[in-house]
Each structure stands twice: as C-alpha cells, then as structure tokens.
Nanobody
Framework: VQLQASGGGLVQAGRSLRLSCAAS????????MGWFRQAPGKERELVAA????????HYAESVKGRFTISRSNLRNTVDLQMNNLEPEDTAVYYC?????????????????WGQGTLVTVSS
C-alpha cells in the first residue's frame, strides 16, 4: 500500500497549486480518499475528501470555494486543486485513504497515508 504525494512548493498569496497523489498496491477504487494538512504547532486537519465511487465530496469551511478535490479510479490518482491560496494555507499536505463509512471526518478514520508535501504561501 503506497501513496505518493507531489506538487507542493512555494507560491505567493492569491496564486494556485495542484497537488497530486498516486496510489499503488491496492484496489484504489475501494478507498475513500482525503487530503489533510498539518501546520506547525497545529493538529492534522481534513481539508477535502471524496467518496470512493459516487463522487460526493466534503470540504473544510476554510477552503470551500477555493479548493477542489478530484479522483480518477482509472489512473489511481487523487488531486487537490488549490486556488486563491492564503498564507494560512501553509502546511504539510498529506493524502490518505479510508475504508471507513465516516470518510468525511477526521484523520482517525484514515488508515493509509502518504508522505507529506510542503505548501508554503507567502504574503
């Protein structure tokens, strides 16, 4: 079971970044997928999540209207398009997979984790 996140970097406020997570080693289409982030000194929080098959999504209030999560069960990938980035979005971002019915909730319901990718937004 491997999840490989990429796409982080340094960007100015108001700009965009796209994170991508590639999955291998398991039946990706059986997993609900989420993007989480953890800023220094803060707890890991769910940013966005997507159902394994019906396309339903969930977003943190702080990113609604700016971030979009999408997945391809053909390519075994899940992406996070981040627009109008703010300095408060600075964090290490993680992709994760869950078989739990409560897939729209916190990190405790996610079993499979990728390594993080750092996003830094300068003001």
């Amino acid at each position: 079971v491997q999840l490989q996140a990429s796409g982080g970097g340094l960007v100015q406020a108001g700009r965009s970044l796209r994170l991508s997570c590639a999955a291998s080693g398991f039946m990706f289409r059986n997993l609900h997928m989420g993007w989480f982030r953890q800023a220094p000194g803060k707890e890991r929080e769910l940013v966005a999540a997507i159902h394994r098959s019906d396309g339903s999504t969930h977003y943190a209030e702080s990113v609604k209207g700016r971030f979009t999560i999408s997945r391809s069960n053909l390519r075994n990938t899940v992406d996070l398009q981040m627009n109008n980035l703010e300095p408060e979005d600075t964090a290490v971002y993680y992709c994760a997979g869950s078989r739990n019915v409560n897939w729209w909730t916190g990190p405790a319901n996610y079993k499979y984790w990728g390594q993080g990718t750092l996003v830094t937004v300068s003001s």
